[in-house]
């Protein structure tokens, strides 16, 4: 069965970095794009990024652009989020993501097939 | 501001039907047919309920469907259940700024 499961998440000063990694399993990972999405207490979810299957492609949320970097690593089944400059805004459960479609085919990245279980990333000032 | 835009709660009693929407513009879900939905129990992750606007996942209750009409997406429920209580999001493609944007969440009681 497919699975998602992400680490890295903690607790970090305003201004500092952290990493984040998404490992994945039970499907063929080199063939699907993968997002992060995430949703600070209380709120609701927000995209912030996606990279493709081959790692050629990636996009990010205004909000987070310049900040974060998205990475994969195919042989390892791994995504990662470095993230820099983070502020109290950032903090949030920051989920993986899996888009629906091999290759992206039919437009297949646009919806979220199975997701991790989250981890907490907490920015304190 | 979430770009696009949900009603905060809908409620609803067991066996009844109800509708959420989420309306965006002609860049996100008037211009694509790429409007995904999505039910999230509290501390749980999201699950996909929609994708394309209309189209169910393997495993997924025929009681959800979607369907859009210009700027505006929509998500039924039919036949209410208790497990239904949940938030439920909409997210859509976007040609413009952002690749991917989410409706800021409804969040559904079954009375």
């Known amino acids: 069965q497919v699975q998602l499961v992400e680490s890295g998440g903690g607790v970090v000063q305003s201004g500092n970095s952290l990493r984040l990694s998404c490992a994945a399993s039970?499907?063929?990972?080199?063939?699907?794009?993968i997002h992060w999405v995430r949703q600070a207490p209380g709120k609701g979810l927000e995209w912030v990024a996606i990279?493709?299957?081959?790692?050629?492609?990636?996009y990010y949320a205004d909000s987070v652009k310049g900040r974060f970097t998205i990475s994969r690593d195919n042989s390892m089944s791994t995504v990662y989020l470095q993230m820099n400059s983070l502020t109290a805004d950032d903090t949030a459960v920051f989920y993986c993501a899996r888009g629906r479609g091999e290759f992206c085919a039919g437009g297949g990245c646009y919806s979220l097939s199975d997701w991790g279980q989250g981890t907490l990333v907490t920015v304190s000032s | 501001q979430s770009a696009l835009t949900q009603p905060a709660s809908v409620s609803g009693s067991p066996g009844q039907l109800i509708t959420i929407s989420c309306t965006g513009t002609s860049s996100d879900v008037g211009g694509h047919n790429y409007v995904s939905w999505y039910r999230q129990h509290p501390g749980k992750a999201p699950k996909l309920l929609i994708y394309d606007v209309s189209n169910r996942p393997s495993g997924v209750s025929n009681r959800f469907s979607g369907s859009k009409s210009g700027n505006t997406a929509s998500l039924t429920i039919s036949g209410l259940q208790a497990e239904d209580e949940a938030d439920y999001y909409c997210?859509?493609?976007?040609?413009?700024?952002?690749?991917?944007?989410f409706g800021g969440g409804t969040k559904l009681t079954v009375l």
């Open positions: 039970g499907f063929t990972f080199k063939t699907y794009a």
């Open positions: 997210t859509s493609y976007s040609s413009s700024v952002t690749l991917m944007v």
């Open positions: 990279i493709s299957f081959d790692g050629s492609h990636k």
